[in-house]
């Protein structure tokens, strides 16, 4: 399947929804969190997918700010693995030259998530190839909320003239904005949910969906070529005619 992905027409940024780890556990007879164990295998290899393909951006939503209500067993098991996978992986990530960054409300993370987290960023910041985006403690709404209060600020202190405010400026005070990540092409959702989840709001607005039974667990490279090859089919009029596209071609 690899061989028929066009090279010339690879999405710049993926975003993931890495959904079903839960009803992966249950279905192999194991608990929740065996199922985000084996989610971490699934992250490893689409991110090794990712770097061969030469995808610039992939975003993962490993946490939501949603997520912090669930029981706190889970919770507690995720920051641990998170802290275990960064461990284990930072030096695997640098010597692929991946560069490792976050967005969210990372100061929101257990102070030993933030201090792993941070070395493996600060290790691997000078890095050119993949850009592997955790979303951490992450929401859309939290984000544009988070945005609009900078920028009232910035209009208060007379940095920013309110009138001037139009999509690129707002989009610059997002955490996509600041970090210099651009707008997704392709989200991927595994797990057969047609939801958005509160997942980069602003920045989907043109993006193609591809949705999958699979659960995040049984994702693997193939099905991520898979997901690839959905979208190099796509014709993307970003609200223009197939006919003036044509002409422009
Ligand atoms: C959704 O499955 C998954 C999550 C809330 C967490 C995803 C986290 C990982 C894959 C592991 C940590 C990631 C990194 C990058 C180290 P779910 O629990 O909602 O599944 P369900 O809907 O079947 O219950």
Redesign the pocket.
Known sequence: MKQEIDKSNIPAHIAII???????A?KNGSM?VK??QH??K??REVTEAAGELGVKYLT?????TE?WSRPEYEVTA?MH??VS??RKEARNLNKNNIKLMAIGNVESLPSVCQKELNEAIKLTKDNTGLNLV?ALSYSGRWEIVNATKKIAEDVKAGKIDADKLDDNLFASYLETGVKGIPDPELMIRT?GEMRISNYLLWQIAYSELYITDT??PDFNKEEFNKAILSYQQRERRFGKTSEQLSKVN
């Open positions: 890495m959904d079903g780890n839960g009803r992966w249950k929740r199922g985000h989610g971490v699934s992250v993962m939503y490993a946490f939501s997520n995720l693995l998170l996978t960064i955790l797990s659960l995040w």
